[in-house]
């Protein structure tokens, strides 16, 4: 057959079809076609011509999939696609595509079928279906691959979520749930659950694309193939934000702990408020039960309800005329202008006045944190924080103790608070310093590489030390932020030094959750492509903790290889003060080994930290890595080091870190 006269079977084919039936460009365009026998279709076609229809009927059609088809020589067929009417909700069809001839240029041919118009000859299979549609139609659904990442999802997900098919699919699940440690935690259990091949299900908080918080209640289904890499995780969720907002306002309205009678933490931050307002002082004492969920186990409703209420009786019997509020099931907090002998006494009360179950005591003890106003803590969220944090030492020291925080720890609670609000102003205002250290070549006798590192002096808390403010970073999710701008410093250097003829390498430390973002290696491809900045120059450095969480990882172990396919080169920092292991050396590419300045400070006052640097020089030599020393501050060291066969030397004997042009005039 002729081209024309597929073309012309072609055309004739589009006629007579009683289903959706397109012809399509192999960029994605619609050219022709019409929607069959849907007799509510009001899409005008002419509207459609050369208009991608990824953006008007098919939101799924991305560019993988056009990939997908081009790159076949059969036709194809996707079921549960959404095919998008105009004024009409989608419907799901099952897609078949095939390359055809048209008007003398390829194209594409698409057939589109309602799922309801399918009729499977098994009943049991017709069922499955007609189940998996009405999940489909009637809740918000998204499908995982066997590492997280979202490979479908249905057009009630992006309608709540906010999402496009172009922006989510790809994502690690992570990134739909809030970042705070709470969220998770949760979301760590969710994931070991599906993991151990089992359901998970419950009411969960998520975030939008905007990062507007919603709630579901989730059902998480483990599917399983032959074939480990081919496993599915699917999620069924019901959007339940109605129902958590009106729970949250009438427990506002309420302030009263249904169970205890007690109030709850709303009004608790009212009264505290208006305590300090007055000026009046007193204890914040923070009280947890411990092993709850443990006791909770082991003696079931009991320890749900009665143990509680039982608990509660004490504590209303011993703090009597003091403010009482429950924070959440097994926390509690006391309001008292009583001395803290008085509040330790509470341990002994609890002994004397033990809990029975059906005539069996339970083993209560508690953890509890004394916190004072004004002398410890000034507002109702400092005092919340530092009790939590006193519950933490309390609880790492075996539990069953009431304490208190020394000054000094509250004035570093205080600090780190302070810290965190102006760290948000210095990244907005780029407020951030970057210093570079340079790295001596022992060979060569010159200087071809620095290692970039963040500064901070701030005008109203002054100088923050990378040892305070890389933990901070960290926990608050702002590392990343800072992680964009030094490597945007950093490539922009880099290339500044290449056009002045001095070609030099640039590092920069980087942290285990930037690459948790599966976009990471992308957005630093797209950084040195913004800034001109050969992939050769740039270094990246990782810890020894980083590599031991990237080798259970093959997400990062993935983005690491692209980056190293693309010419970037990464060193392992501060070797031989973390997490020791040969395996992640044999998984990673890693290229340099730095040696930390730990072991170079002693490597003149005893011959074991001289065995030990040389084994260290020579098992890198034995595995062809770059060897660089950190912390070399004599020349004696730098000679010994020379002589174990470093590769190159980094300390303040070469020079402390300093400014880009200081860099310069050394170089010249």
């Known amino acids: ?68 088809i081009l790159d076949s020589t059969q036709p194809m067929c996707f079921q549960n696609v959404e095919l998008t009417i105009k004024n009409n909700k989608p419907i799901h069809v099952t897609l078949y595509t095939k390359l055809t001839n048209y008007q003398q240029e390829q194209v594409i041919h698409m057939l589109c079928i309602p799922t309801d118009s399918i009729r499977l000859m098994n ?84 975030i939008t694309k905007d990062e ?43 302030y009263i702990d249904p169970e205890t009678g007690m109030i709850n933490v709303h009004r608790l931050e009212q009264i505290i408020t208006q305590m300090i307002e007055e000026e009046r002082h007193f204890s914040f004492v923070y009280l947890s039960i411990d092993k709850f969920y443990t006791i909770k186990d082991l003696h079931g409703d009991f320890a749900g309800g009665s143990l509680i209420l039982e608990f509660t009786k004490r504590m209303k019997m011993y703090f009597q005329d003091s403010t009482m509020a429950r924070i959440n099931e097994n926390d509690f907090v006391v309001i008292t202008p009583l001395p803290e002998w008085f509040t330790h006494g509470f341990l002994s009360y609890l002994q004397q006045h033990p809990i029975y179950n059906d005539s069996v005591a339970i083993p209560v003890s508690i953890s509890g944190g004394i916190t004072r106003f004004p002398e410890d803590q000034s507002t109702f969220a400092q005092l919340m924080k530092a009790s939590l944090a006193t519950i933490t030492n ?15 720890t509250h004035k570093a609670l205080n600090r780190k608070s302070i810290v965190e609000k102006r760290l948000l102003l210095a990244l907005d205002q780029r407020n951030l310093q970057v210093l570079y250290q340079p790295q001596l070549d022992l060979k060569t006798n010159k200087i071809t590489s620095v290692e970039a590192l963040v500064r901070w002096d701030d005008e109203e808390i002054g100088v923050v030390s990378p040892d305070e403010l890389i933990p901070i970073a960290e926990e608050t999710g702002l590392i990343n932020n800072i992680g964009s701008f030094m490597l945007e410093k950093a490539c922009e250097q ?37 800034t001109g900045c050969p992939a050769n120059l740039l270094q990246i450095e990782i810890t020894e903790k980083f590599a031991l969480e990237a080798e259970a990882e093959m997400g990062i172990i993935k983005q690491m290889r692209i980056l190293e396919n693309e010419g970037i080169v990464f060193s392992l920092d501060d070797f031989g003060t973390g997490y020791a292991s040969f395996r ?5 590419p890693i290229s340099i080994l730095k040696i930390d300045q730990t072991f170079t400070n002693t490597l003149l006052k005893s011959d074991k930290s001289r065995q030990l640097v040389h084994g260290m020089v020579q098992l890198g030599k034995s595995m062809n890595l770059t060897i660089i020393a950190e912390g070399v501050e004599t020349e004696e060291q730098q000679d010994l080091l020379k002589s174990y066969g470093c590769d190159a030397v980094q300390g303040y004997y070469i020079s402390k870190p300093v400014s880009n042009n200081e860099i310069f005039n050394i170089l010249k």
Request: charged share 20%; net charge negative.
């Open 394 to 408: 309390v609880r790492a020291a075996g539990g069953d103790n009431i304490l208190s925080l020394s000054n000094a």
């Open 494 to 530: 880099a290339v500044a030094w290449k056009n002045a003829g001095l070609p030099i390498t640039v590092s920069i430390n980087s942290s285990v959750r930037e690459f948790r973002d599966k976009n990471m290696a992308k957005s630093i491809l797209e950084t040195l492509e913004r």
């Open 584 to 588: 992640y050396m044999q998984l990673l």
């Open 212 to 254: 507007q918080p919603y709630w579901v209640h989730l059902t998480a289904i483990p599917m399983s193939s032959q074939n480990s890499v081919d496993n599915r995780f699917f999620f069924i969720e019901r959007d339940i934000t109605n129902e958590k907002l009106m729970q949250n306002r009438l427990e506002k309205i309420a």
């Open 123 to 206: 009943d049991e299979q017709q069922h499955l279906v007609d189940l998996k549609n009405g999940i489909h139609n009637s809740f918000m659904t998204v499908t995982l691959d066997n590492e997280g990442f979202i490979v479908h999802t249905n057009q009630h997900f992006l309608t709540t979520s906010h999402w496009t098919p172009k922006r989510v699919l790809g994502k690690n699940f992570w990134q739909l749930f809030p970042s705070d440690d709470e969220s998770l935690k949760e979301v760590q259990q969710i994931w070991k659950v599906l993991q151990n091949g089992n359901i998970w299900q419950g009411d969960i908080q998520k």
């Open 1 to 68: 057959m002729t081209k024309e006269q597929i073309s012309i079977a072609c055309n004739e084919l589009l006629q007579i079809s009683p289903f959706p039936s397109f012809l399509v460009s192999l960029d994605g365009l619609f050219l022709k076609g019409h929607f069959g026998d849907l007799s509510y279709a009001t899409t005008d076609l002419e509207e459609l011509k050369q208009q991608p229809i990824a953006s008007t009927i098919l939101p799924m059609f991305n560019k993988s999939l056009l990939n997908t």
